[in-house]
């Protein structure tokens, strides 16, 4: 009787099982297209916007803050899930008490600086020169409270999230896929940031206003701190708009 041939091991069963590669290796498939994209968006939107709606009223001029920054912040976010591990993975974009408290410290001493930057810059522009786009905007305009706080929640809340998004994420994430160094990333989209606010008058200030911003990106390496620094920074600006919309305080 013959005893049946028990078959032989494969060549590799020995081997043991390959490891999952560690969320710190992945990479993701998105480069400096992504980000002009994104700022292509935001233009796009804005320009459509104001060549439909020409003279806004109170309610339309709301849209037109508000829409071009979301959705460019939202396509940011869709490119890392389609093209690459989603906002947590290639952003840094998660909680992290330590990246808060960071964020938090850096932004208040950006806080200081800017605000500092802000009254020489006045002074050397002359009173009305040299406002952002938003204050031109809503000057003179007194909005409804309800529309009034939800400009105030976007300037102080929103608007860093959806720009961070889009400048040290997206532009940060390229930058750093293309093996540049971390300085060089750092400078590189602290001069994109303030060139891409597209208020040529503006660059030097904001230029001071990113520095710090981009400081507390480069020493955490992740989105959460720069985040929260640069809501820390808009804060007092969108509470100045907030009391000039209602008419508590002169234009």
């Known amino acids: 009787m013959n005893t049946p041939k028990q078959p032989e091991p494969a060549a590799n069963a020995s081997l043991p099982p390959t490891p ?9 498939r998105w480069g400096l297209g992504a980000f002009f994209f994104a700022q292509a968006i935001f233009v796009l939107v804005s320009v459509t916007l104001a060549a439909a709606l020409g003279s806004p009223d109170s309610v339309t001029l709301v ?7 979301v959705l460019a912040g939202a396509v940011a976010v869709v490119i890392t899930v389609v093209r690459g ?17 960071t964020g938090l410290a850096i932004g208040s001493v950006g806080l200081v600086t800017t605000t500092i930057a802000s009254m020489l810059w006045m002074k050397w522009m002359g009173p009305g020169e040299g406002q952002s786009t938003v204050s031109s905007l809503v000057d003179g305009v007194q909005l409804p409270p309800a529309l009034a ?8 809340l929103v608007a860093p999230l959806c720009e961070e998004l889009l400048y040290r994420g997206l532009l940060w994430g390229a930058m750093e896929r293309l093996r540049w160094s971390q300085l060089n990333v750092f400078v590189l989209s602290t001069a994109v940031f303030a060139i891409g606010h597209l208020e040529p008058e503006r660059t030097v200030l904001l230029l001071v206003i990113a520095i710090p911003i981009g400081v507390a990106r480069l020493v955490t390496g992740r989105l959460t701190a720069s ?20 008419g508590l305080l002169p234009a």
């Open 20 to 28: 999952p590669e560690p969320e710190s290796a992945r990479t993701h």
């Open 149 to 156: 706080v939800v400009i105030f929640l976007h300037i102080w």
């Open 63 to 69: 849209v037109m803050l508000v829409l071009p920054t």
């Open 227 to 246: 985040v929260v620094a640069h809501q820390v920074n808009n804060f007092l600006p969108a509470l100045g708009l907030l009391l000039i919309s209602l």
């Open 85 to 101: 591990n989603g906002p947590r993975l290639d952003f840094g974009l998660e909680w992290h008490w330590s990246d808060v408290t």
